[in-house]
């Protein structure tokens, strides 16, 4: 039968498969036939696996013999940074544009026992280094709402994949807002969760002390069910945490803070502020209590990040050297074949971090630097903490603005870096983030029914379940009980 892959979640899909109205090949076919449509113009794959169907027909056999689970045959994309064994993951970068898996991630393994179908590997940033995926060796991920403008990034092949009806949902990693920020774009809801909650083992580095796997789907439901087959303590990671290490300490309703002077003052575009209000008055109209809170050092935030993390990326991308993984470009000497190697496989973005991080760890700067953006980041973990001692969850816009036009910021970094003022907090403190849709941009230059807007939900550690339910009420989807 044909399936209409629009409406279609994971929950549905499930139900369905269940009951026989389809088959999970016919599941997967629909979802390649969709993707031969649409991925030459959107480009939200680097590359669609050659063993799809085989796949859904083992997913098939366990409906047959009754051992099929909720995501059993369920059509995912995979950012090209996690690893699949016997797959190319190239972080989309040419130094590892012939690297293929010798191993799985710990979160591809636990999937597979799912009997989930990969259909193949999205788009990115570079080493998951910018805000559009236009800093990927295999051109920009365009928006499927509107094709002049970029999908966000870095995990922008995942988002826009999910919203072309590409598959039904897909993993995506965020290191300073790489999940939510495209999925903002790309009105599908995704999340980051609680630094160590889900493994990082078998992930491409990028800052390995914010780095978080995280779910991109259409719906809360969908995010929920993905988020808790990948989560776990893994021994191949030793950042992972126990199940019970944050105690779960909201009562009841969840009450709301919005740090009112951080918006105030975050550059946002009078659509998004507009939004902003009408996501308050409909959570005030569920019952939902908010009230204005103080985070005295979140303008630091941003500033923070961008010293922490091209520090870590110096160190994390200081292994491809043309020795050791993928590409090599030989010289007359050892030290020409380092530097033509690094030269010409590292793209503009990763070159400049790689500069930015090792100037900002090197001796005589790194006291200037490092350590003063690592007080601060211990600094903004307390201001936290303190906040949550009067509320449970922290609401602000996801971005700024909607999607831009493709080649507005390329030649800004500083403007580009800016999209993530709402976003990096969460991962420096460590804290689950939600975003989720919340209506449209709409405007003379804008595509017919506008352009999607996001807002975003940060909760106390270990509290992506207090995310869900406030944020599946916002969107009156029923998805407990
Ligand atoms: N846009 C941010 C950056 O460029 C976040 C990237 C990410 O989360 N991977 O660093």
Redesign the pocket.
């Known amino acids: 039968m044909a399936v209409n892959l629009k409406g279609l979640t994971i929950r549905t899909a499930h139900e369905a498969l269940k009951k026989g109205d389809f088959s999970a090949a016919e599941l997967s076919s629909a979802y390649l036939d969709r993707i031969e449509k649409k991925n030459s113009s959107i480009n939200a794959y680097i590359e669609i696996y050659d063993d799809v169907l085989k796949q859904a027909e083992e997913a098939d056999k366990r409906f047959r013999d009754n051992t099929a689970t909720t995501l059993t045959g369920i059509p995912l994309g995979l950012k090209d940074n996690i690893l699949l064994k016997g797959k190319r993951a190239s972080a989309a970068s040419k130094i590892l544009e012939n690297y293929s898996a010798s191993y799985d991630a710990t979160v591809t393994e636990k999937l597979k026992k799912e009997g989930v179908v990969f259909l193949g590997r999205t788009n990115m940033?570079e080493f998951?280094?910018?805000?559009s995926t236009e800093n990927s060796a295999y051109g920009v991920t365009r928006n499927p709402y509107d094709e002049a403008r970029v999908a966000g990034?870095?995990s922008g092949g995942s988002a826009a994949a999910v919203a072309m009806d590409g598959a039904l949902a897909a993993l995506g990693?965020?290191?300073?807002?790489?999940v939510r920020?495209p999925a903002s774009f790309c009105g599908v809801v995704g999340l980051k969760p609680t630094y160590g909650r889900v493994s990082r083992y078998g992930i491409i580095a990028?800052g390995s002390s914010l780095d978080q796997v995280g779910a991109i789907g259409k719906t809360v439901d969908d995010v929920s069910i993905l988020y808790n087959a990948i989560r776990g303590q893994d021994s191949f990671d030793s950042t992972t945490i126990a199940e019970n290490t944050y105690p779960v300490k909201t009562k009841g309703r969840a009450r709301i803070g919005v740090p009112r002077d951080f918006l105030k003052n975050g550059g946002i575009d009078k659509a998004v502020g507009e939004n902003f209000e009408t996501v308050e008055k409909s959570l005030i109209e569920r019952g939902y209590e908010i009230e204005d809170i103080d985070l005295p050092n979140i303008s630091y935030s941003l500033a923070a990040y961008y010293i922490i993390?091209p520090a870590e990326v110096s160190s994390n991308l200081a292994r491809y050297d043309g020795m050791k993984f993928g590409f090599l470009k030989e010289g007359e000497t050892l030290k020409d074949d380092y530097f033509l190697s690094r030269g010409f496989g590292f793209g503009r973005e990763s070159r400049r971090r790689i500069i930015l991080g090792t100037y900002v760890l090197s001796s005589g700067y790194y006291d200037a630097y490092y350590n003063k953006a690592g007080e601060m980041r211990r600094i903004l973990g307390s201001d936290f903490a303190r906040a949550f001692d009067g509320i449970d969850v922290i609401l602000t816009p996801t971005t700024p603005s909607p999607a831009f036009k493709i080649g507005e910021k390329t030649a800004d970094p500083v403007a580009m870096?800016l999209?993530?003022i709402f976003t990096?907090t969460a991962n420096l403190v460590g804290i689950p983030a939600l975003t989720v849709p919340s209506g449209s941009a709409l405007g003379n230059n804008l595509p017919e029914g506008g352009l999607p807007l996001g807002v975003q939900f940060m909760g106390r550690h270990g509290e992506e379940e207090t995310l869900f339910n406030v944020a599946g009420d916002f969107l009156k989807e029923k998805h407990y009980g």
């Open positions: 940033d998951a280094m910018g805000s990034g870095s990693t965020d290191t300073g807002g790489s920020q990028m993390m870096y999209e993530d990096v």
